[in-house]
């Protein structure tokens, strides 16, 4: 029974943090009485005060004797005196130490953060945000990047910030084709693409040729990584395939228009002569893979397609698909500039491809390659 209370406890308090982050319990608000969540949880009413004390050690609720537990009211100020800071510091260390005492090695850490705040920017759907605090200096131009959501993305992002300082990567997930079509236009600095043409089975080549015509430009493998249908940890439909996305019951969410995920899609459905309309919950998009497996977690769909580490971030189930490049797309100038060369450093770095592993449903051998068209 303790062992399930420890268990217990950890996901009432992960429940309300979803709630407080997703603006469903703002600053100032009570939450429920002890013994009412205690009973809508089925436990202890000591299960829920541990829920709230350690709700309350993170700086989230302030409880008073006689008048209950609320969200605390400085949620949203700006500045964070210099102890809250620490005290997060050491909360972030906490964690890992008790992820290294249970057997899990520093990458994982770092990969398992990196996905708790992709779940996070997710479900506020922010997924083009920046972290607070994180924004470049004054007078200091970011590196940008516009193209395909990927969780490698928001780790390389932050190993940058670590590695080198000075260089801020913003961040724009505007899908494969868009990301192409920003730089391309000189709205972005480097582009992330895995978009495959169905005429010569491979990924992106195809793509930059027609759209940088004698321009010579590289390409940076980041990860090959894993596409396929997210679904329910007990995939009680049995979805297996795309022909199934069909059947009477299945409702699925799509990548918006643009998006490599999105392109891969119409084309097999297209070869499996599978017409859209047929499909319920194809005109649904969203803008990331979180986002779609944060739909199946949330039952708002019962499939969708995206990547496994997506799905393994929301515990879901995952049947594969494709193996897909993903790449990073820069001209030949942008290439030999500073940010540049920081960029490249990380991802070819043993830290950054150890974390990348750690997510799950990527291959890492080629991470770091160059091509150039």
Request: aromatic share 6%; net charge negative.
């Amino acid at each position: 029974m303790a062992d399930t209370n420890t268990f217990l406890y950890q996901e009432i308090a992960e429940s309300l943090r979803r709630r407080i982050a997703a603006g469903k319990l703002g600053p100032g608000d009570r939450l429920p009485p002890v013994r009412d969540l205690a009973e809508q949880w089925q436990c202890t009413p000591g299960t829920v005060s541990r829920a709230y004390r350690a709700l309350a050690d993170e700086g989230l609720v302030t409880a008073r004797r006689g008048s209950g537990t609320h969200v605390a009211p400085n949620l949203l100020q700006p500045e964070r005196p210099q102890w809250q800071w620490a005290a997060l510091v050491n909360r972030a260390e906490q964690f890992l130490l008790e992820a290294l005492s249970a057997g899990h090695t520093p990458p994982a850490a770092a990969a398992a953060l990196s996905a708790a705040v992709s779940r996070w920017e997710a479900l506020q759907q922010e997924s083009q945000s920046e972290a607070a605090g994180h924004g470049p200096a004054a007078g200091e131009a970011p590196f940008r990047f516009a193209g395909s959501h990927d969780l490698a993305v928001d780790l390389l992002r932050r190993l940058l910030e670590e590695e080198a300082p000075t260089v801020h990567l913003s961040v724009e997930y505007a899908g494969s084709l868009g990301g192409l079509m920003a730089l391309a236009r000189g709205e972005a600095d480097v582009a992330g693409a895995h978009l495959w043409d169905a005429a010569s089975d491979s990924y992106n080549l195809p793509f930059v040729r027609r759209l940088f015509p004698g321009r010579r430009v590289a390409l940076v493998t980041l990860v090959h990584r894993s596409l396929g249908l997210i679904l329910p940890a007990d995939n009680a439909q049995k979805v297996s395939a795309l022909s199934e996305l069909t059947a009477p019951g299945v409702r699925f969410v799509n990548r918006q228009t643009g998006s490599g995920t999105r392109v891969w899609l119409d084309a097999r459905l297209e070869a499996l002569d599978i017409d859209p309309a047929t499909i319920a919950g194809y005109e649904r998009e969203e803008a990331t893979h979180t986002a779609v497996a944060r739909a199946v977690h949330e039952g708002q769909a019962t499939a969708g397609l995206g990547i496994h580490a997506a799905a393994a971030a929301y515990g879901l189930g995952f049947v594969g698909l494709a193996r897909e490049r993903y790449e990073l797309v820069m001209s030949e100038q942008v290439r030999s500039t500073p940010p540049a060369r920081a960029l490249v450093k990380v991802i070819q770095s043993r830290r950054f491809r150890e974390a990348v592993d750690a997510l799950g449903g990527y291959d890492t051998a080629e991470t770091g390659h160059e091509r150039w068209v």
